[in-house]
């Protein structure tokens, strides 16, 4: 037998539901509110397999009761009862089992019951199959996008909506995300209302992939926000920033502790994806890891390892390859180690990147070079 909770303003529509549902024989309804408030105390204590939920109702509609409900009970089933028209509906199937239209009608009905019948025996019959996930989550922004757990199963995107929507929660420092807010930075040229379906669409197909490898609890809505529970989640971007930070506070940062934090710049943020949210984040980052990357060089120079400082002014040059800073850098690395014709070679490709800029070489640079190789 499958439970149904029911919510609509309208007492009259309750009534012929829950009487349809009844006539049925396979539908048990535990519980019904007529405001989305309501619903939400007493679904503290119930947990039905399926939610019939009109959508136009005051304070709190459908589908903003739908987010609250499923981020406590992930595995419930949304039926969507409206009157909207069919434009509309049809960005509502991919968030839920189904839609009903107003009036009901008890063929349709009948088609809905047997859609939650089907959908609720597979999800009980993967539940019984699938092992518990165990360890954490790795997140990998910086290069090719990956979202999966070390050994096991890796997320394995269904559309480039979702995909996105996960780098964005993803690359965010603070707890929460306001709903609009992802609006804006997902979908800036859509009207707000078919928007708001878009992204709830998203989330319910965010949280079904999350759950298929385990972590159907991490994605969490909270005061109309979303946020990820970095509680079993490692996100590579989130590591270098807070050692950046911790680096840039030391007095004397350690050579050491600046390799460590650049370990986990594999690539450009989000290398394969051209979102325009990610344009400054993608600056910024690169920015940081040349600055870092020129120091590091400057204090293994200092150290005189010059093999480790020649490395940190080559990763210096790919990330700026027309900073002369970095060439002399490379330069004097190549004189401690006794290399005075590689010497010859960086500066040959220094000037051939500041001739496309049109530029000489500064002063600095060029009495570099004729003290080395002169």
Known sequence: MVTAFLVDDEEHALAILELFLQRSGEVEVIGRSNNGFDAIRQLGELKPDVLFLDIEMPEMNGLELAE????????????????????????????AVDYLLKPLEADRLSKTIARLRHTIDKMRGAERTLAPAVGRMSVQLFGPMSVGIEGGPWLKWRTAKEKE????????????????????????????????????????????NLKRIGFGEVLKYVNEGYFLDTERIDVDARFLAGRLQKLKEAEHPEAAEIEKALSYYRGPFLQED????????????????????????KIRLNE??????????????????YDEEAYRLLMSSYRGLGMNDRVHVVYRK???????LQVKPSDSSRALYEEICG
């Open 165 to 208: 929507l996960f780098a964005y929660l993803a690359s965010q420092d603070e707890k929460r995300v306001h709903r609009d807010r992802l609006i804006e930075a997902l979908w800036p040229d859509e009207n707000y209302q078919k928007a708001k379906i878009y992204l709830h669409t998203c989330i319910s197909l965010l949280r079904k």
């Open 350 to 356: 220094l000037l051939d990147k500041l001739e496309e």
């Open 68 to 95: 609250v409900v499923r981020n406590v009970n992930t595995d419930v089933q949304i039926v969507f009862v409206t009157a909207y028209d069919q434009y509309a509906i049809s960005a509502f199937e991919h968030a």
């Open 274 to 297: 051209d979102y325009l949210w990610a344009e400054q984040q993608t600056g910024a980052f690169e920015k940081f890891v040349y600055e870092w990357s020129l120091t590091l060089g």
């Open 304 to 321: 005189r390892e010059y093999d480790k400082a020649a490395k940190a002014a080559e990763k210096a040059i790919e990330r700026s390859p």
